[in-house]
C-alpha cells in the first residue's frame, strides 16, 4: 500500500506507470462573491474542463444562474453575466448538464406565483438553456407541476439519462400530492430537451409514505452499468430511509422496479443520499442516519434481480444528542475506482464542515479513512460536484459566512 492508498501492481510492456495524486481533501477554498448566495449549487461542463454553472438564491431572494470559467487548482473564478430564472423566494435549484449535446444544460427549482396564497402560490419550475463561452441563452421558465393547486415543492432534483440525448429525469419532494391529497410524497417525471424547449412528459408516483407524513432529503444518482436506463432516488419518511429502483424508456414510461427500506431504526434527523458507483452496474453507497439520534452511517447495496442485498454499516459521525448534522452527500468518481467522498456540516464546534474518504472492497464492504476538518465554518451545502476531468477531484458549493458563495475543492488519492 503506497501512502497514496493504493497498491500498484506492475505494468504492462514498457509502458509509464500513472502519476500519483495524493489525498488533499483541504485542495483548495475560495470565495466566488462578497454577495448573498444562498442554496448554492455548482456543476462542472463534462466537455469543458474548466467551465462550470452556479445557480443561488440572491439578497432579493431571486434564483439566478451564471456560467464561469477558472483554473485547475480552484482559484480565480470569473463568472460570466448573470441570468435571472426565478423570483419571490425561488428556492432549491439543481442543474444537470447533458453529457451527449455540448452546452445543453436544465436547471429546476422550488418558485411561487406573484400572487395566491401558500402553498397554491408554490410550484415546480425548470428552465433549459444553451451555453456559449460563459454566456447564457435561458428558454422560458416552464412550471413542471402536474397539478398546479396541488404541488408543494420543497425540493426537486434532475439527471440527465447518459444513455439517451435530450431526456431528463426529475423528481420532486411534493408536500401536497396531487392524487391522493396526503402530507407528501416523492415523485418522477422526465422532460425531453431540444435547445431551450422542454416538453413535460407524464408524473410517476414512487412514494406517498402510505399517508402519514412528509417525505424528506430526497437524493438521486444514475446506475453505474454505461448501459442502463436505471436511476436510483432515495428518500426518508416516516424515520426510516428508502431507496427506489427505477428505469426510464425510450418513450418516457417510467417504471418503479423496487423500493427498499434500507435503514430498519428510526432516525432523529432527516437524512438521505446515494452515489452510484460508476465502475460497478448496481452497486450503490448510501448515507442515512438512524436510532433516536444525530449519527451518520454509510454501507453499501447492490441491485441486482429486482431486490437489493446490503453490506454492513459503518458509522461515519458518533454525535452528541440534539446536535444537528446538516445534509451530508456522497459521491464517487469513475476514474478513481472504489473510493468514496462523503462531506457533511455539523453544529459540534470541533467539526464544522467535514469530509472522509471511503474505500470499497468485495462486493459491499467500506473502510473510512480519518474525517477531516476543512472548512472552519458550518456551511450549507446543496451538492457535491464530481469533477469528470480531474481524478479524483470533487467541488462544494457551499453557502459559508455572511451567506457569501464559495467553492471548496477536495482532493481523493488517485492517479493522473
Known amino acids: 500500500m503506497t501512502p497514496f492508498g493504493y497498491t500498484i501492481l506492475g505494468f504492462g510492456s514498457g509502458g509509464s506507470p500513472p502519476v500519483p495524486i495524493a489525498e488533499d481533501l483541504s485542495f483548495s477554498e475560495e470565495q466566488i462573491a462578497a454577495s448573498q448566495a444562498r442554496n448554492f449549487y455548482m456543476k462542472i461542463d463534462p466537455f469543458n474542463a474548466n467551465k462550470c454553472l452556479f445557480a443561488w438564491m440572491d439578497s432579493g431572494n431571486n434564483m439566478v444562474i451564471a456560467a464561469a470559467t477558472f483554473d485547475d487548482d480552484g482559484t480565480n473564478f ?22 451527449n449535446t455540448e452546452n445543453s444544460v436544465v436547471v429546476t427549482w422550488q418558485d411561487y406565483h406573484a400572487s395566491g396564497g401558500v402553498p397554491a402560490r408554490i410550484y415546480h419550475a425548470a428552465v433549459a438553456c444553451t451555453l456559449s463561452g460563459t454566456t447564457i441563452t435561458a428558454g422560458t421558465t416552464t412550471n413542471i407541476s402536474t397539478v398546479e393547486t ?4 420543497s425540493d426537486t432534483k434532475c439527471i440527465f439519462n447518459p444513455n439517451r440525448a435530450g431526456q431528463c429525469v426529475v423528481i420532486e419532494m411534493n408536500y401536497d400530492n396531487k392524487d391522493t391529497n396526503v402530507e407528501g410524497a416523492l415523485e418522477a417525471q422526465s422532460l425531453t430537451i431540444s435547445g431551450t424547449g422542454i416538453t413535460q412528459n407524464s ?4 412514494s406517498d409514505n402510505g399517508g402519514s407524513g412528509r417525505i424528506y432529503s430526497i437524493g438521486m444518482c444514475w446506475d453505474g452499468d454505461t448501459t442502463s436506463d436505471r436511476f436510483y432516488a432515495t428518500y426518508y419518511a416516516g424515520d426510516h430511509n428508502f431507496i427506489a429502483a427505477c428505469s426510464i424508456a425510450a418513450d418516457n414510461t417510467i417504471t418503479i422496479e423496487d423500493v427498499d427500506q434500507h435503514n430498519t431504526s428510526a432516525g432523529r434527523w432527516p437524512q438521505s443520499g446515494a452515489a452510484g458507483d460508476p465502475n460497478t452496474g448496481g452497486r450503490v453507497v448510501v448515507v442515512y442516519n438512524k436510532a433516536d439520534q444525530t449519527d451518520v452511517y454509510v454501507k453499501v447495496g447492490n441491485y441486482s434481480g429486482g431486490s437489493w442485498t446490503w453490506g454492513t454499516e459503518v458509522i461515519v459521525q458518533d454525535l452528541a444528542w440534539a446536535v444537528f448534522t446538516f445534509p451530508v452527500k456522497v459521491k464517487m468518481d469513475v476514474n478513481t475506482p472504489d473510493k468514496v467522498l462523503i462531506v457533511m456540516s455539523s453544529e459540534e464546534t470541533s467539526r464544522k464542515y467535514c469530509a472522509v474518504v471511503g474505500t470499497l472492497s468485495s462486493t459491499d464492504t467500506i473502510t473510512l479513512g480519518t474525517e477531516e476538518v476543512v472548512y472552519d465554518y458550518k456551511v450549507g451545502i446543496r451538492d457535491l460536484a464530481q ?6 477531484r470533487f467541488w462544494a458549493a457551499v453557502t459559508g459566512a455572511s451567506e457569501y458563495p464559495w467553492v471548496i475543492g477536495h482532493q481523493v488519492a488517485s492517479f493522473e
Do not use: N, W
Open 78 to 99: 470569473s463568472l460570466g453575466t448573470e441570468v435571472e430564472i426565478g423570483s419571490i423566494y425561488a428556492q432549491s435549484p439543481c442543474i444537470t448538464f447533458d453529457p
Open 150 to 153: 396541488k404541488d408543494y415543492i
Open 203 to 206: 408524473m410517476y408516483e414512487i
Open 387 to 392: 469533477d469528470p476531468h480531474r481524478h479524483g
